[in-house]
């Protein structure tokens, strides 16, 4: 029998399917798209991702990034990571790479989706298949999670959405800079020696051109260098009731989301993932909620307080300028995240 089929083939799902097949349970991904897949993101690794998907063999390459770089339009304030640097990667190229350690591991990747999940005693039945587990990483509106009624109302925040796209133009820094402004931010993240990936993060409506006017300084840079089409991700925020139904495990960001605001998204889905492997090895599912609220407590606070600062009008302007006066605070932070 499968130890543990993995609904979804993303970034989140090849790795909780690679740290299955390292720890030799029998694993199976089920994804009916061809990859690897795009979709928006940041693209942005911080220093503690990277190492855990060196870890796992992941043969990457892309920029090194060295730092975050905060700006408004008079200040910037820019912490530095201690370590090793993080990385700036297309996800297009993050998706192959996983995939390929995923194969020379011998995880099968079935072309089938997961739309239906039943539980029978030590066993789920999902896709034509039988598993003693499920791992549902099948992202941020996943479909399994509200199925088995674990979707948790979000209430008394604004919708936010992310917009991604690429501008052929060489880096001008080994920093992601963090562009605000008084509705949104903008991230860039270099990610060849001719290519930066441009992620816009807002409550508001409108086009990516239109959200990105709200940068000149940065419009200006990016001039007539667009390359390839916008996409767009969101309503962000999105609660689970718990990570735990029986056997079924949600991962990733099927597992509950805060924002992009602190670019740990896909960090945060390779430390989940190790979780909950090592909670199905054990035969312990029931282990895995208190896991992984351990595994994501800090980032939770840190981003929900950041969130909860730019969402007030009065205090927003200051992230910048507190981060400039307070530097030593700036750079324990961010390397506190990373």
């Known amino acids: 029998m499968i130890d543990l089929l993995v609904a979804g083939g993303g970034p989140a799902g090849l790795a909780t399917a690679i740290h299955a097949a390292r720890a030799g349970l ?182 990516f051109e239109q959200h990105l006017a709200a940068f000149p300084v940065l419009a200006e840079r990016l001039r007539g260098a667009a390359a390839g089409p916008v996409r767009g991700a969101g309503p962000m925020r999105q609660r689970a009731r718990t990570r735990v139904a029986g056997r079924v495990l949600l991962v990733g960001d099927a597992a509950g989301y805060v924002d992009a605001l602190t670019g740990e998204g896909l960090s945060l889905s390779v430390s989940g993932a190790a979780a909950l492997v090592a909670c199905v090895r054990a035969d312990r599912p029931e282990a895995y909620e208190r896991a992984w609220r351990r595994a994501t407590r800090r980032h939770r606070a840190l981003t929900q307080a950041l969130l909860w600062t730019r969402q007030r009008s009065v205090l927003a302007p200051y992230v910048v300028p507190a981060a400039s006066r307070l530097p030593l605070l700036f750079t324990g932070l961010v390397n506190g995240l990373s």
Do not use: N
Request: with cysteine; glycine share 12%; net charge positive.
């Open 26 to 207: 029998r694993v199976v991904v089920a994804e009916p798209r061809p990859g690897p897949i795009d979709k928006a993101c940041g693209e942005g690794l911080m220093p503690g991702g990277a190492a855990a998907l060196r870890e796992l063999g992941v043969q990457l390459t892309g920029q090194p990034l060295r730092g975050i770089r905060y700006l408004d339009d008079r200040r910037q304030a820019e912490a530095r990571f201690h370590g090793p640097p993080g990385l700036g990667v297309r996800r297009t190229d993050l998706h192959t790479a996983l995939a390929h350690r995923a194969e020379r591991l011998g995880v099968p990747v079935l072309p089938v989706r997961v739309d239906g999940v039943r539980q029978a005693g030590d066993r789920v039945h999902a896709a034509g298949l039988e598993a003693r587990y499920l791992a549902a990483a099948d992202g941020l509106h996943s479909p399994i999670r509200r199925a088995l009624g674990l979707d948790r109302p979000v209430h008394g925040t604004p919708r936010r959405h992310g917009l991604r796209r690429h501008f052929a133009v060489a880096p001008w820094s080994d920093c992601v800079e963090v562009h605000w402004s008084e509705r949104a931010e903008a991230y860039v993240t270099p990610l060849t020696p001719a290519l930066v990936g441009v992620a816009v993060l807002t409550a508001g409506r409108g086009s």
